[in-house]
């Protein structure tokens, strides 16, 4: 199974911009469609972004549709959230996950995760 490692959380203010990377170790990555997923204090695990195999097809929640991008990187074996014009809304615990089934919405249904980096974004 892929082990996974969160990395790039922190602070910043509405409107700016972060990016979070996650590193997978092992040679199955590229076997894993990876997502992410977040969970704000007192809410449910929710689903984030996602990217296939090969990066060609991506999928966002619609809280998040044209403002955050996933990508990833197989010969480094990492994945990406570009998080643009922030809303304090999006303060969580971010999480990287990935999936042997393809795309999934749930986090019930991932194959593995990391143990997430906190982003707040202050009003």
């Known amino acids: 199974q892929v082990q996974l490692v969160e990395s790039g959380g922190g602070l910043v203010q509405a409107g700016g911009s972060l990016r979070l990377s996650c590193a997978g170790s092992g040679h199955t990555f590229r076997t894993y469609y990876m997502e992410w997923f977040r969970q704000a204090p007192g809410k449910e695990r929710e689903f984030v972004a996602a990217?296939?195999?090969?990066?060609?097809?991506?999928y966002y929640a619609d809280s998040v549709k044209g403002r955050f991008t996933i990508s990833r990187d197989n010969a480094k074996n990492m994945v990406y959230l570009q998080m643009n014009s922030s809303k304090p809304e999006d303060t969580a615990v971010y999480y990287c996950?990935?999936?042997?089934?393809?795309?999934?919405?749930?986090?019930?249904?991932?194959?593995?995760w990391g143990k997430g980096t906190l982003v707040t974004v202050s009003s």
């Open positions: 996950a990935g999936s042997l089934k393809g795309y999934q919405s749930e986090a019930n249904d991932m194959d593995a």
């Open positions: 990217i296939s195999w090969g990066g060609g097809r991506t």
